[in-house]
């Protein structure tokens, strides 16, 4: 990926998070990132627009990721759940049957 986000440098080793608009475009029609015509410089809102559908990109991973992490998350709190419920009956169960005895013992 030649734009990072959050400090990431590019494969030319420019940290693309901290550098000028200006420097952006110059570092795009430098590598010739854009397809362009030929002697056509990139303009600040064609560079929004590429920035913008990069970040769209990015958002719509995510929200892809996350949709299935919460899949997974929702499955493993379902198992834990039922795990608690049957710990629960046989703790019952056994304190049940302690105080029957303990009733029976003390009278």
């Given at each position: ?9 590019s ?9 000028p608009?200006?420097?952006k ?15 056509q ?9 590429i920035?913008n ?22 499955s493993v709190?379902?198992?834990?759940s ?6 629960e ?9 302690l ?5 029976k013992?003390?009278?």
């Amino acid at each position: 990926m030649l734009f990072g986000a959050c400090g990431f440098e590019s494969r030319s080793g420019h940290n693309l998070t901290r550098m000028p608009i200006k420097d952006k475009i110059e570092l795009l029609n430098k590598f010739k990132i854009m397809p362009q015509k030929e002697n056509q410089q990139i303009t600040q809102k064609e560079l929004e627009k590429i920035f913008n559908k990069q970040t769209l990109t990015i958002l719509s991973a995510l929200d892809k990721k996350t949709s299935s992490l919460d899949k997974k998350i929702d499955s493993v709190d379902i198992k834990l759940s039922k795990k608690i419920d049957v710990m629960e009956t046989r703790f019952n169960k056994k304190l049940d049957r302690l105080t029957t005895t303990l009733d029976k013992f003390l009278k």
